[in-house]
Antibody, heavy 118, light 113 residues
Framework: QVQLVQSGAEVKKPGASVKVSCKAS????????MHWVRQAPGQGLEWMGI????????SYAQNFQGRVTMTRDTSTTTVYMELSSLRSEDTAVYYC???????????WGQGTLVTVSS | DIVMTQSPDSLAVSLGERATINCKSS????????????LAWYQQKSGQPPKLLFY???TRESGVPDRFSGSGSGTDFTLTISSLQAEDVAVYYC?????????FGQGTKVEIK
């Protein structure tokens, strides 16, 4: 069965960076792009970007350009999302989500809470 | 960017009654070459990740009860729950995947009256 298992909660200080992992299993890793979506407390869903697992090419939302880096490790079928220069507004649950041909998201990770606080 | 606007922001419906959620996109998400609407619906229960309900606007994901239906085309879409059950309490989001960036509606919270 398809599973996306994310790393645990993080607490970071303003200005620091955080790297969240998402380990995929139960399907052919290279066959599906992966998205990252975040959700601030009590708020809606915000798309951050997408990574091609085959060659690692990425496309990021304008709001995160210059601060986000998405990578993948095909040997461990894991994708990563690193966000730098953290500020309090980055406090959110970060999700990875598998892209289905066409572009919608059929499986989601359980979410990783990142708290940014001094 | 395509802006997705849902209405209402919240609604309270009695058990067994119909719930209707609307979603409007700022530009058409209908791709003329294949006549498909690039619109999905997700359900998010408290403390859980979103769950896919519909894609191509009206194709029900496997396992989704048939009391849920999706409809619409172009810029106007609707998610209907024909007979609300207690387990349907959640926030519902529409999302366009016609173009990047992917964008979501602000969400509609469904509660029991």
């Amino acid at each position: 069965q398809v599973q996306l298992v994310q790393s645990g909660a993080e607490v970071k200080k303003p200005g620091a960076s955080v790297k969240v992992s998402c380990k995929a299993s139960g399907y052919t890793f290279n066959s599906y792009y992966m998205h990252w979506v975040r959700q601030a407390p009590g708020q809606g869903l915000e798309w951050m970007g997408i990574i091609n697992p085959i060659d690692g090419t990425t496309s990021y939302a304008q709001n995160f350009q210059g601060r986000v880096t998405m990578t993948r490790d095909t040997s461990t079928t894991t994708v990563y999302m690193e966000l730098s220069s953290l500020r309090s507004e980055d406090t959110a649950v970060y999700y990875c989500a598998r892209n289905v041909a066409g572009g919608f998201f059929d499986y989601w990770g359980q979410g990783t809470l990142v708290t940014v606080s001094s | 960017d395509i802006v997705m606007t849902q209405s209402p922001d919240s609604l309270a419906v009695s058990l067994g009654e119909r719930a209707t959620i609307n979603c409007k996109s700022s530009q058409s998400v209908l791709y003329s070459s294949n006549n498909k609407n690039y619109l999905a619906w997700y359900q998010q229960k408290s403390g859980q990740p979103p769950k896919l309900l519909f894609y191509w606007a009206s194709t029900r994901e496997s396992g989704v009860p048939d009391r849920f239906s999706g409809s619409g085309s172009g810029t106007d879409f609707t998610l209907t729950i024909s007979s609300l059950q207690a387990e349907d309490v959640a926030v519902y989001y529409c999302q366009q995947y016609y173009t990047t960036p992917r964008t979501f509606g602000q969400g509609t919270k469904v509660e029991i009256k």
